[in-house]
């Protein structure tokens, strides 16, 4: 099947600090990309759609200039945790759709482990 | 609005015994059904899909779902449990326009031996 990848899986970060976690589709183009963020021993919660060459779309409740979205290529979008504090601690799981593909199926990254001292 | 509800926060079963995980989804039509899986601190890997057609779903690792209009269920099986099957399981929904999902709060599943 199709391969995200998501680099660093895991980062800690001084509070205050910015933080980039990109999310690549390896071996297929997506013109729209997902950032989840999933607490412990919670559910993803969707934070944003990244779509290629244009403006995200932040869900409600989720702070456009607190997560920073470019989707600059129809193989990468990155996500910046700008200011980190602690309560950004947490896993992010960027989500890429084959638009190729047969049922345009969503595919995973490993997710990137955020810990903000 | 969309929602998914996962009743059971965590199940513990028996290797060799059978599993079935519950998910009912609240939407105003026929939505695309989805069950993935999570290893600790891993990603998501997509178990099965319903988009249409047969309701009885199959997916891998031996695992399959039914899609219950009626009773706006799509609940995950498998007959016979594995060691390696213990982790978190979500069950999630999409619009027909699948603009995104939506994801139930997971079960996780203990496997005794």
């Known amino acids: 099947g199709a391969v995200v990848s998501q680099h660093p899986s895991r980062v800690i970060c001084k509070s205050g600090t910015s933080v980039k976690i990109e999310c690549r589709s390896l071996?297929?183009?997506?013109?729209?990309m997902f950032w989840y963020r999933q607490f412990p021993k919670q559910s993803l919660m969707l934070m944003a759609t990244?779509?290629?060459?244009?403006?995200?779309?932040?869900e409600q409740g989720v702070e456009k200039d607190k997560f920073l979205i470019n989707h600059a290529s129809l193989t990468l979008s990155t996500l910046t945790v700008t200011s980190a504090h602690p309560e950004d601690s947490s896993f992010y799981i960027c989500?890429?759709?084959?638009?190729?593909?047969?049922?345009?199926?969503?595919?995973f990254g490993e997710g990137s482990r955020l810990t903000v001292l | 609005a969309q929602s998914v509800t996962q009743p059971d926060i965590h199940i513990t079963v028996s290797e060799g015994a059978s599993l079935e995980l519950r998910c009912n989804y609240s939407?105003?039509?026929?939505?695309?059904l989805f069950w993935y899986v999570q290893s600790p601190g891993q990603g998501l890997q997509l178990l099965l899909k319903?988009?249409?057609?047969?309701?009885l779903v199959q997916g891998i690792k031996g695992f399959e779902a039914e899609f219950k209009r009626s009773q706006s269920s799509f609940n995950l099986r498998k007959p016979s449990v594995h060691w390696s099957d213990a982790a978190e399981y979500f069950c999630?929904?999409?619009?027909?326009?699948?603009?995104?999902?939506?994801f139930g709060a997971g079960t996780r599943l203990a496997v005794h031996p």
């Open positions: 071996d297929f183009q997506a013109t729209t």
């Open positions: 939407y105003g039509a026929t939505p695309y």
């Open positions: 999630a929904v999409a619009s027909r326009g699948y603009n995104k999902l939506i």
């Open positions: 989500s890429a759709r084959d638009v190729a593909g047969v049922s345009g199926e969503l595919f």
């Open positions: 319903y988009f249409s057609g047969d309701t």
């Open positions: 990244s779509n290629e060459g244009s403006k995200a779309t932040y």
